[in-house]
C-alpha cells in the first residue's frame, strides 16, 4: 500500500482529460448571473455584511444529496465511481496528513503549521481540476492541492521545521514554492501564465489566495495584468471566512466573486466544502483558460475550523457556534453520505483507507523527525546563481571563525 | 504605581493606552490589532477599552494602512500603525518613504505627518521566513524619517510616548525576541530625549554599540569580557536617524576602540555609518578600525540556522579580540 | 477687474447649497442600470476594447443642446444664468492660465507644464460641485480644481519652475499639494474621509486620478477600504484616453467605472468634456459622501487635447484624427453655443472675459518671471518639524562651505 | 562597426536590440517602453522591431511590472524591465526585495532569476520631484540582488550584456544625465567581467572613487587639482553590489587617501559602506579618514537647489584638499 501522494495523481489527470471535452462557453450567462444580484448589494451602499449569503455553485448539499446544475454538471458528468472514491480518500489523507502535523507542532517538532482543516474539499476539488502542465501558485495553506500535484507531504514540512524556506523543486510538480507574504504570488502566476499564453501552450495556471489576501495592491495588479494580457490564470481564493482574527467584513463589504467582475472577467463562488462542485467550477474556469478565454476569479466559501496556524489561539475572536454550523457542513462527511448513499463504498474501502492514514501519519512522523538541520554553511548557498565577492569572502570568514572552535575543542 | 517592573511588549501595551487616553487624537491601526489584540498582544485590550473606532483593525494592505494614516495624519489624528512583522512593510515602502517622509517637506512645513510605525523586527525567535528581518537601514537612509529602536521596557514605554508626541514619523522598531523581557518601568519620570544614546555600562578598553534587541547581547558580552580582565563600555543608541555620534564619539575618545552589533546585514548596515563617521571624527584616536558585527550578505536563513547567522556572545567576543589585538 | 481665482468662488457655494437640497438616493437604481450593461462585456472574455463606448451621462450635446436626464436633472436643476456664465469663465480662464503656462515652459520659465487643454469641464464641474470645507487630493494636472478651491494660480506654477515641491498650504483651501506618483493620493483621501467620518462631520473628499492610475494596487486599496469604512470620498476618474503614449485599453479591458462596483460602491461614466454633466454626477456622488451612503467611483471620459506634458510629443504615438474628433466636444465650445442659444449672454461678456483672460495671462508671466529662486538653506528646511541632529550639522557644514568662498570672493 | 562612437542612452538601446535579436527569451517591459520607445527613447524603435509581445507596453503598476517579471521568469523568460524614474521604484519594492531577491535562495537553487530591473537614475537635469533620486542604498543592502551602474556608453552596452546574461537579478541603474553623453562602444571585445571596478585614470596622491553619473565629475575633479600639482586616482566602480573593495584597497595602498563621492545621500549610502570597510582593510596605510562627498540628508530638492544639493567640482576639491591635509 503507497501512502505518497502519487497514488492519487491518476484520477486527476484522467478526470481532467474529460473536463477539456464538455463546453467552455456557458461562463459568460452565469456571470451575468451572479454578479447581477451583487450588484443590487454593492448599490446598497451600506459598510455591513448582511447574513444571506448570495447563491453559490454546489453539486452536494452538506446532507450528501447531489443536486443538479445545469452550468456545472457537464464538468463532473463522466465521474467514475473510482473517482469518487479517489477525491474522499485525498481529503481523508490530507486531513491526517494535516492533524499529523499540528501534532508534531505540538511535540515541538515544528516551529509552526498552518492547518487546512475544514478546507479540503475546495484544495482536493481544484487541485485534482488541474492537469500536469498547469501551474500552480499556493499559500501556505495549499498542502491539499500540493499533494494533488504529487509534492512529497513531507517536503511541506521542511519550512515549519525551520530546516529551509521551500523544501521542493517547483518544476519537479509545476507547484511553486509557499509565498507567505500576502497576496505576492498573483503577481506570478500572472506572469507564468503570460508566458504560457507567448508559448502558445494550453496549459493554465492557477494561483490560490485567501479572502484577507483579496486587499493587497497586488492582487489587484494581478486582476489588471491578467485581464489586459488575457492570460490563462484561475485566481482560486479560499475564503475561509477569517484573515487571523479578521472576519472578511473588514476585507470586503461585497462578495468578494463580485470583485472579478469590475476588471472583467467572471466570477463565481462555489460551496467550497463540496469537492465535486470544486471539481466542476475549477474544470471550468481552466479551460477557459486554455481556449483563450482569459481569466477567472472562484471564490470557494469555506470555513478555517482550526486556528489560523498553531500560534494562534481563535477563542479570542470567535465563538464556537460558528465552527458548530459549519462542522455540520464538513467537506469529507458530505462526500462519505453520498458515496455511502451510492452505494459506492463498502467497508473494505474506508478500513483500506484508514490503514493507509495511519501509515502515512507513520511515514510523516518519522521523516519529520529524521529531517537533519541544514549544514551551517547552508547560510551562504544559493544567495546567488552567479556567485557574489561578498559572499564569498563571507564564508570565508565563517568558515575561520568555525575553525577556530574546532581548534580551542581539539586542545 | 509610579514605578512597576514590566514585560517590554507590556510597557508597550501601556504607553499606547495612556496616549489613547490623554489625546483623542490618537489612533491605533493595523491586522489584528482590535479584537486579537496584536500577534504579539502588544495592543491586548486597547480595542475593548478605547472602542473600534479608535483602535482599528484593517484590511490586509499595508500600504494602504500608511496611506490612510496620512490622510488621517492630514485631518488632525495621530495614528500609531503597527506592521504585523518586519518582512510585511515593504507593500508599505513606497507611502512610507515618498509620501510620509517627505510631505512636510514638500509642504514647506504647512503639513505635519505625526504618525508612529510599529515594527516588530530581528530574529530569535525560530519563526519562518519574513519573521525575522532587521531592515532598519532602509528607513535612515531616508530623510524625513525618524528611526528608533528601544532595549528595554522603560524605553519602550518613554520612547513611544515621545514618539507618539513627536511632529515627525517615526518608525519604531520592536525587538520582538525582547518582549517577554521585564524591567522597571517608572510612568512618572521621562528617562530624557527620544535621539539620545545612553551609556548602560561604563568602561575603558573598548567600546561596544548597540541597540534594540543586541543591547542586552552586549552587556553579557561586557560582563563576560570582565572576566577576563577586560573593561567593555556599552552605549545603547536607541535612536538609528538620528544618530547620537556626540555620544559615541566621547565614549571612542575614551576608549579608543569600537566595535558595532546589529541583527542586520553589515554591508550597509548601520555598522558602516557608524564606523564612517566616528573614524573621521576620531581619526587619531582610534587605535583599530571599528569593527562590525550583523547579519551576513543572504537572506535571514530558516530557524534552525538563525544562530549561527545572527551576532551571539562568540562573535562578539570574537570581534573584541580582534579590535583590542591592534 | 479680478482675475484671480477667487473671485469666481461664489457660484460654486450657491449652487453646492441648492444641490445638497435635492434628493440623493437616486444613485442606487442608476449603478444598476450602468453595471448591469458592463456585465455584458465583462463576461465576453475579450481583451479588445470594443469602438462603441457605453452610454455616459450627458446633460449638453456636444452641439450645445440641453438633454433631459431623469436621473441628474436635480442636481442642475435650480443653476442661474449668472451660474452658468461662472462656469464658462471658470473655463476660458483656466484654459487661458494653461496656455499661458505652457507658453513660459517653452521661454523656459519653467521646467515643465502638464497641461489640462480638453479637461476643463471635467475639473470646473467636478470642482465646483465642492463645498467649502471638502478636501480635494489631486494628481498634478488639475489646475482647473485649483481655480474653483481658490487656490492662486501662479502658486500652481512654482513646482513647475523647480523652485519648490508644492507652493501653496493645503489647508488654506483644503486642496492638498499636487502628488506626482501615481495614484498615492486616493489613499490619502480616503484615510482623509475616515477622518471627517470619524469627527461626525458631513464634509466629504474628493480625490482625482487618471485612466493610468486605475492600475495601481493603491487606487484598489483605497477602494477597499473606503468600502469597508464607509468613508465619504469621491473618486474622480479623468479618463482621458492616454496614459502618457498607452491608450486606456493598456489598463483595462472594461470602461473603468465598473471598477468600483466590485468592491461594493457604484461607478458611474459621465461625458467629462460636458461641464454640466460633471457638476451634476459629482454633486450627486458628494451627497451621497456627506448622507453616508460611502464612495463612489466617477469616471469623466475625456480627451487629453495636448501632450502628457511639455517634455511629451504626442505625434510618436497617436494620430490627429483622434484629436480631430474630440475638437469636436470641446467643452468650452459646447457651453458656449448652450450659453448663445439660450440668449444668456451678450457680447459684452464675452468682451470682458476676454480682458479678464488677458489679465489673467499677463499676471500669470509676471508672477512666473519675479518668482525668485528659494535660498539655498531651504535644502535644509522642513526635512523634519522636529529637527533632526544629522540636518543640523550638515546645515551648519554647507554654512561653513558657502562662507569659505564668500572669504575667497572677500580676497 | 565593431567600434562605433554613440551616446550613452543609444548604447543601452543597441545593447537591449542585440539581446532582443540574439535570445528569444528576453523581453522588455515597461511603462511607454513600447510604441512611444521610453520616455527617454532608450527602448526606441524596439517594439516596432521586435513586435509588442516582445517589448511590451504595460499596465502603470510597478509591482505587477516586476511581479509577472518574476512569473515570466519562473516560466524562462529573462525579461529587462524598465522603472520610469528613480522615485517610481517604490511600489515594486516589495516584489524587488521580497520576491525577486530571494526566490533563488528559497527554492535552494532551484529557480533562477534573470531580470534586469533598468532605473534612470540621478539628479541635474532639472525634473520635477522624484524624478532625480539615487536609491542605490536600499537594494545593494538587500542580498540576492546585484546593483550596477555604467558611467559611459561602453559600459552601458557590455554591462546590460553582462546583466541580461546574468541568472540574478540585477538592478541596472542608468546615470540619466549622461544619457546623450557619447563615447566608443566596440560591440565585438567584452572590455572585462561585470562587477569588477576601473581605474579610470592613474594618480599618487588620493583615490577618487565614484560610480555612475559622477566618475564623469571625479575625472574633471582630478584634471583641476592636476592643475594645482595634485595626482589624483579615479576608480570607477561599476559595481555597488558587489562592490570591487580589492581594487579600492589597492590603490588605497598607493595612495593613502580615499573621497568617496555619490549622489545619494551620504548617511547610510555607499560612501559608509567603503569607508568602514577600507578602513577596516587599510587602517595602517591611510593618512587619513576616508571622506564622504554626496547628497544631503534631506528629500531631493526642486530643481533650482539641486546645484547645491549635488556634489560639485568644488564640494569634490574640497573633500580632496581636507583629506590631504591630514
Ligand atoms: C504582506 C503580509 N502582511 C501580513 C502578513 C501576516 N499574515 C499571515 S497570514 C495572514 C492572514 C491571511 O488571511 P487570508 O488571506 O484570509 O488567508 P488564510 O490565512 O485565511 O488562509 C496575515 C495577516 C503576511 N504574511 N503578509
Ligand atoms: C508610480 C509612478 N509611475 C510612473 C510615473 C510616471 N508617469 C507620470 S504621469 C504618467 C501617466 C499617468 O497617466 P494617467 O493616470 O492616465 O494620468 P494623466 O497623465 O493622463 O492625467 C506616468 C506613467 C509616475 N508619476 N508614478
Ligand atoms: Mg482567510
Ligand atoms: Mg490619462
Known sequence: MTVDSSAASEPRRSAAGKAGTTGSKTGTKRTTRTTSRSTTRAATGSGTRTSTDPELVQLLT?????????????????????????????????????????????????????????????????????REDDYVFPTYREHGVAWCRGVDPTNLLGMFRGVNHGGWDPNSNNFHLYTIVIGSQTLHATGYAMGVAKDGADSAVIAYFGDGASSQGDVAESFTFSAVYNAPVVFFCQNNQWAISEPTEKQTRVPLYQRAQGFGFPGVRVDGNDVLACLAVTRWALERARSGEG?????????????????????????????????????????????????????????????????LGKRVREAVRAMPDPDKFAIFENVYADGHALVDEERAQFAAYQASFADVEGV | MAAEKMALAKAINESLRRALDSDPKVLVMGEDVGKLGGVFRVTDGLQKDFGDSRVIDTPLAESGIVG????????????????????????????????????????????????????????????VEHHSESPESLFAHVAGLKVVSPSNASDAYWMMQQAIQSDDPVIYFEPKRRYWDKGEVNTEAIPGPLHKARVVREGTDLTLVAYGPMVKLCQEAADAAAEEGKSLEVLDLRSVSPMDFDSIQASVEKTRRLVVVHEAPVFFGSGAEIAARITERCFYHLEA???????????????RLEDEYLPGL?????????????
Chains 1, 3 share one sequence.
Do not use: C
Not at chain 1, 479517489?86 to 502535523?101: C, I, K, N, P, S
Not at chain 2, 562568540?314 to 589585538?325: F, G, M, Y
Open chain 1, 295 to 359: 481569466p477567472t476569479l472562484v471564490e470557494a466559501f469555506t470555513y478555517r475550523m482550526g486556528a489560523h496556524t498553531t500560534s494562534d489561539d481563535p477563542t479570542r475572536y470567535r465563538g464556537d457556534e460558528e465552527r458548530l454550523a459549519w462542522e455540520a457542513k464538513d467537506p469529507i462527511l458530505r462526500l462519505r453520505r453520498y458515496l455511502e448513499a451510492s452505494n459506492h463504498t463498502d467497508d473494505g474501502f474506508f478500513a483500506e483507507l484508514e490503514a493507509e492514514s495511519e501509515a
Open chain 1, 62 to 130: 452538506p446532507e450528501g444529496k447531489r443536486v443538479k446544475n445545469a452550468e456545472y454538471d457537464a464538468y463532473v458528468a463522466g465521474i467514475t465511481p473510482e473517482e469518487l472514491r479517489g477525491l474522499y480518500r485525498d481529503m481523508v489523507l490530507t486531513r491526517r496528513f494535516d492533524a499529523e502535523a499540528t501534532a508534531l507542532q505540538r511535540q515541538g517538532e515544528l516551529g509552526l503549521w498552518a492547518s487546512l482543516l475544514g478546507q479540503e474539499a475546495a484544495q482536493i476539488g481544484s487541485g485534482r481540476a488541474t
Open chain 2, 68 to 127: 490612510t494614516a496620512i490622510g488621517l495624519a492630514l485631518r488632525g489624528y495621530r495614528p500609531v500603525v503597527e506592521i504585523q512583522f518586519d518582512g510585511f512593510v515593504f507593500p508599505a515602502y513606497d507611502q512610507i518613504v515618498t509620501q510620509l517622509a517627505k510631505m512636510h517637506a514638500r509642504s514647506l512645513g504647512k503639513v505635519k505627518m505625526p504618525v508612529v510605525v510599529r515594527i516588530p523586527y530581528g530574529g530569535g525567535i525560530g519563526a
Open chain 2, 314 to 326: 562568540d562573535r562578539v567576543l570574537d570581534a573584541v579580540d580582534r579590535a583590542l589585538a591592534y
Open chain 2, 289 to 303: 578600525p571599528v569593527l562590525r558585527v550583523g547579519g551576513y550578505h543572504a537572506p535571514y536563513p530558516p530557524a
